[in-house]
């Protein structure tokens, strides 16, 4: 029984982080296409506030999945190799513009639209991961044995969209309960038809899982079919409430029925084709790790969740309530005060660090290769392979990262980015 428990935790993981981590990739996705800055600047500011507690869950899944289903770790993650490992690039650039872009002044474009496609890249490969799993991956005695396209099928394709659109929808009830003025009526207007997008997707994924999902799925069983009934009508019953929630208030009321539906929506999906987690037929019971890793693992992360949730809920707690943007401080000179107006009005010296393109241009070809450079020593020293590099060169390497990391601090404080008073002011 406990690698039942184990896939509960992954399924408690998973539904956790498609929950939380989908509205903010649907808010970014969104931000594609609004023009105006100053939303694209809020949406930005809104998201930076969760979105690495957000997407603990993911990890705590890899944990759960790697030690309590490694016959499904060892399937699925060389089936679906080539989207996933895009996911994780995405998301590893999504956080980058997300911290670059609430540090600037004002909204940098090009930050906005890392972010905008980098959470659009991560949402597709999601979709495509999910698609190629229920589309069935080749595989005997626990391993994969197929080939390295064999995630892309039509039906992982049909996955990728009805995933966008059901982060879309989460993005737009997000917004509706956290901001106010445009882009509160925005999300308004937006709701009603993601809805009806999502529930066509809803109908094509749900019909053509009898198509794709190599397994037989036995709704004929009295058990599986009630079960599978009843989480449908509930997220029909939630999407309703959610229809009629969008552009009215309370403004918490889509969120919460977009979470519903979404949670029965994966209910109706387990209640489907449980106990086979990988189609055609490998089970929970065979893809199960022995006794005694189980039960490690379940003590282990039934101490993780509790600190995994508090700090989310603490998280939620502190930025509670609508978000506004702080009103930009401005001074009006006095008429006598010449010199000071002259002064405002010389133009700002470039920071040191600001060049021309082209020294723009080398720097970030250096930042790449050096980013290059630290996942070939990590694999090469963690992987027992010492080849490219030994112990001298790592120590070179962290030294050398280190005073560069200082040198930055130091230009930093000299500017006065440090002096949180003097920028107040």
């Not at 069935?136 to 996955?159: K, Q």
């Not at 040198?407 to 920028?423: C, I, K, M, T, V």
Request: proline share 5%; charged share 15%; with cysteine.
């Amino acid at each position: 029984m406990l690698e039942y428990a184990s896939y509960a935790l992954v399924l408690l993981a998973l539904g956790a982080y498609v929950l939380l981590d989908g509205y903010d990739l649907g808010i970014g996705i969104l931000s594609l296409f609004d023009r105006s800055d100053q939303r694209r600047k809020e949406y930005n500011e809104l998201i930076a506030t969760a979105w690495d507690a957000n997407e603990s869950w993911i990890i705590l899944a890899g944990v759960v999945l790697w030690a309590g289903l490694p016959g499904v770790y060892a399937t699925v993650l060389p089936g679906v190799y080539l989207p996933l490992i895009v996911m994780l690039l995405a998301i590893v650039l999504r956080g980058t513009a997300i911290e670059l872009q609430s540090a600037a002044p004002g909204y940098r474009r090009g930050w906005g639209l890392v972010f905008g496609i980098s959470s659009l890249v991560a949402t597709v490969c999601q979709g495509l991961v999910v698609g190629g799993v229920l589309s069935g991956l080749p595989h005997r005695g626990g391993v994969f044995t197929g080939g390295t396209w064999d995630w892309l099928t039509p039906y992982s394709v049909l996955c990728a969209l009805g995933i966008v659109a059901v982060h879309l929808l989460a993005g737009a009830a997000w917004l509706q309960d956290k901001t106010t003025g445009t882009a509160h009526e925005r999300a308004g207007r937006l709701g009603r038809p993601l809805i009806l997008t999502v529930a066509v997707a809803g109908l094509v994924l749900g019909f053509g899982l009898r198509l794709a999902d190599p397994q037989h799925l036995r709704f004929d069983q009295p058990l599986r079919a009630t079960l599978f009934g009843l989480a449908v009508a509930v997220a029909v019953v939630c999407a309703a409430i959610a229809w009629y929630g969008f552009g009215r208030r309370p403004d918490w009321r889509p969120f919460a029925a977009v979470a519903g539906t979404e949670a029965a929506g994966l209910l109706a999906l387990v209640a489907a084709t449980a106990p086979v987690v990988v189609p055609p037929d490998l089970t929970v019971h065979a893809a199960a790790g022995p006794h005694g890793s189980q039960l490690f693992l379940l003590i282990g992360v039934g101490g993780c969740i509790p600190v995994v949730l508090s700090y989310n809920i603490y998280a939620w707690w502190v930025f509670r309530g609508k978000f506004a943007q702080p009103p930009a401080h401005t001074e009006a000179a006095a008429p006598s005060d010449t010199g000071a107006a002259a002064a405002r009005a010389v133009p700002a010296t470039p920071a040191a660090g600001d060049g021309p393109w082209a020294a723009v241009a080398a720097r970030r070809v250096l930042l790449t290769l050096l980013a290059v450079a630290v996942t070939a020593v990590s694999q090469d020293v963690f992987g027992g392979v010492r080849v490219w590099i030994g112990p001298v060169g790592v120590a070179l390497f962290a030294m050398t990262a280190l005073a560069g990391w200082i040198r930055s601090d130091r230009r930093s404080a000299a500017a006065g980015e440090f002096d949180l008073q003097a920028a107040d002011k």
